[in-house]
Structures are given as C-alpha cells and as structure tokens.
C-alpha cells in the first residue's frame, strides 16, 4: 500500500507532493484523482448510486475506472485487469432494473482491435467482465448497443473504411445475445443500418476533458452528481 502511494505521490506536480497526497476529495484519495479523466457521469437516482467513468494514467499505460457515490463519499471500484490499457467509449443504465452497462475500446497503438464489453447488476457498485469482442476491423466503429429486459440484445459495429488489402465488406455487424449478454453470436453482416436494439439510458454527462482536471474541478463534478440533500 506504501508503494502504490508513493507511486501516485510522485505523479503530482512539484510542490503537491507532500500536501496532496495525503488529502481527500469527497472521501477520494487526490493523488488518485491528479492522474484520472472523467470521460462519463452517471447522476444518483433513488437508490442507485452516481458514477464516474475515467481514464486512469498515462497514454501509454492506463486503465479505465469507475468512481461510485456512497454514505462515506466517493470510492473506486474492482475491475477486471482484461480492461487494461482500454478506454471507456459507451456507458448507460438500463430502462428498468439496476443494471449498468459499459463498453471499453483497446486503444494502445491507434484504433483498437477490440471491445470490453462489463456490466454491473447493482447500479455500479460491483462490475463484472462478460466479454471480449475481437472486432472485425481496427477500422470499425460502435455504433449501437442495448439490452432488453428479457435478456435480447445486439451490439452493432459499422465499418466505414478500411485500407488493408484484405478489408472486409463496408457496412454494419452486429452480435446478437439472447440472455443478458452471457454467451453472444457470431458477427451478422448487414449492408444497410439494423433495428438499433433497446436503448440504455444515456450518460446525464459527458465530460470533455481529455487530461486530469485540477482538484476544484473534481470537487464540483463530484458535488453536482448528488442530489442536494445527500
């Protein structure tokens, strides 16, 4: 614990060091918060928790994390180590139920090959892997994803280009699953646009930071996700 400590104390600016790490924003280490970038925000509903979605670390080496609301401020959540060097692009809750879903790209080396696809069954405050998607192009983009209550879903890719000598058709792919996301089909290819599946819930926001923001800015995106009188 001392070493991952003094890791992250070294990543502060000069003159941080010593004061920062040592402090807490809303309940949430600041040396954990100089090297995260809020991507997403999930505001509290009833019983269902805010959360954070950010990237965590450097370009080179980074992981994405989830920060979720509680009785005692702020924590991070357990992930799995498969997310490792991936990014957060889809995120939303379910339209009914307490599930969360999330969709992260690998993206070391440009576009990434392949998809992270987590999901949590209690709001977000655990999460578990379902599955990796190896994407039939680098090249191709997320273009839907939805589960139905009754545990049909679909994720869409949509390849719009591709210039390696072996590219496959243009157009959409889409995996189907028929319960909850546990097991899904091979890639079906479509020329035109599918039924884009049951929508989530979008993100009440999407943060546009692309570095760690300062301490003050956490303070208020932290405060602002929770109703006034928590």
Do not use: C
């Not at 992981?63 to 979720?68: E, G, K």
């Not at 509680?70 to 809750?93: A, K, Y």
């Amino acid at each position: 614990m001392l070493t991952v400590l003094a890791i992250l104390t070294h990543l502060l600016p000069p003159g941080l060091q010593a004061q920062e790490a040592e402090s807490l924003v809303e309940g949430l280490p600041a040396a954990t918060l100089s090297i995260a970038t809020p991507l997403f925000a999930l505001r509290r509903q009833g019983r269902l928790p805010a959360l954070v979605f950010t990237r965590s670390g450097t370009a080179e080496e980074h992981d994405p994390r989830v920060l979720v609301s509680g009785r005692d401020g702020w924590r991070p959540v357990q992930l799995s180590e498969r997310l490792h060097n991936s990014t957060w692009i889809l995120v939303g809750r379910a339209l009914e139920g307490e599930d969360v879903w999330a969709v992260a790209e690998g993206d070391v080396g440009g576009r990434g090959p392949y998809l992270e696809l987590v999901n949590s069954e209690n709001g977000g405050r655990t999460w578990n892997h379902q599955v990796t998607f190896v994407k039939i192009s680098r090249y191709a983009v997320l273009d839907a994803f939805g589960i139905h209550p009754d545990g049909r879903g679909s994720l869409i890719l949509r390849l719009d280009e591709d210039p390696s000598p072996e590219a496959p058709r243009l157009g959409y792919y889409v995996y189907l699953t028929k319960n909850s996301g546990k097991t899904w089909s091979e890639p079906i290819y479509s020329y035109g646009r599918p039924p884009v599946p049951t929508a989530l819930a979008a993100p009440d926001d999407k943060l546009t930071f692309t570095e760690p923001p300062e301490l003050d800015a956490w303070k208020r995106i932290l405060s602002i996700l929770l109703p006034a009188n928590d």
